[in-house]
């Protein structure tokens, strides 16, 4: 076979695909492997570049294929779409990766490693128990009100719910439900159990990382926000400017115009939704703690702009935060801005 210099690999979960070509750019190789043969094929090559688009088992493939000898680029998908040509299939695709990782203005997703791999499931773990707990507190509530049992929201109301649950004397609630009941509330208990247990994980793992430990400087910047970042956020350099960073979270107003006239609408909503939301949550946290007492630039913003784009400028602020903190390694120092 000749030799190979770059090759776009569709990844999946048994069937691979390769599309290889030389430095002319003339397509010498195109096959498919089983997962058993991956490894194996590679290990047969010449060093050369790989392409692989950023979606399930990505970063694992890549880590492998680093050990091998090769160069590995992650590409987003959506930047890897735009080069398929017709019919979209496995061929399609690797032909597609091919030709994009050697694009001069390709962008790249950075390889995370198995530990910051492991972090980021922790995360995606406790977001997908807390879906869990709420939906159960919803339905709790929801069945309560249909016999007249209504609490106020929050912590104080849902253990009012339960109350009547556990008190026999109180008939309000059909004994063929409250069965089914008592149980949701036991599985409830159990998962604010788990959910604690995997916080105090992150905050153990978090003290033996020097990026958690300047992140959780900053306010704003709780365990789970910190904890995030420096999981998710593996090469904060590959951003030129702290505003890159929070425009590729999505903080920024999203443009559209033509002609020379540029119409600015609501946020993009790009990028990491869960540091997204993680920050406006950060954000909504400082405005109630009342920080715009001591920060004029945050007065004047709640004075003059609706609170809830006061809470996403905040967002944005603490994004460009962030990304400082994180490319200087250094602690944060508040410095409140002029009136």
């Known amino acids: ?71 590995v680029r992650l590409i987003p998908p959506a930047y890897a779409k735009a080069y398929v040509r017709r019919n979209k299939n496995d061929a399609a695709d690797a032909a597609a990766i091919c030709e994009a990782v050697s694009r001069p203005t390709m962008r790249f997703v950075a ?44 912590r104080r109301g849902l253990n009012e719910l339960l109350a009547v649950l556990c008190d026999d004397a109180d008939q309000r609630i059909p004994d063929t439900l409250r069965a089914a009941l008592l149980a949701d509330a036991e599985v409830l208990r159990d998962l604010e159990h788990r959910i604690e247990a995997i916080e105090r994980q992150m905050v153990a793992a978090g003290r033996e990382n020097a990026t958690y430990r300047h992140l959780i400087t900053a306010e704003g910047y709780g365990p789970i926000l910190s904890s995030a970042m420096a999981a998710m956020v593996v090469d904060p350099g590959a951003f030129r400017r702290a505003c890159d960073f929070a425009a590729a979270l999505g903080l920024v107003p999203r443009q559209d115009g033509t002609g020379g006239k540029v119409r600015l609408g609501p946020i993009s909503k ?61 602690d944060y120092r508040f410095t409140p801005a002029a009136a």
Not at 8 to 18: N, P
Not at 42 to 69: D, N, S
Not at 117 to 137: E, F, I, N, S, Y
Request: some cysteine.
């Open 1 to 71: 076979m000749e030799k190979v210099s770059t090759i776009g690999l569709d990844v999946a979960k048994s069937v691979f695909q390769v599309h290889g070509v030389n430095e002319e750019g003339q397509v010498v190789v195109e096959r498919q492997l089983r997962r058993p043969q991956l490894l194996g094929w590679f290990a047969q090559l010449p060093a050369c570049l790989i392409g692989i688009e950023a979606c399930g088992t990505a970063h694992y493939w890549a880590r492998a294929l680093r050990k091998l000898g090769h160069e």
């Open 111 to 154: 390889i995370k490693s198995a530990e910051q791999q492991a972090l980021a499931g922790l995360h995606r773990v406790r977001d997908l128990l807390m879906k869990q707990r709420t939906m159960l507190r919803n339905q709790l509530r929801g069945l309560m009100a249909e016999f007249g049992v209504v609490a106020a929201q929050g």
């Open 270 to 330: 790009r990028g990491n939704g869960y540091l997204r939301r993680l920050l406006v949550n950060g954000a909504a946290s400082l405005i109630i703690s009342g920080r715009a007492k001591r920060d004029p630039w945050l007065a004047k913003l709640l004075a003059t702009k609706p609170r809830k784009v006061a809470i996403v400028a905040l967002a944005n602020k603490l994004a460009r935060i962030g990304w400082a903190l994180m490319v200087r390694q250094q």
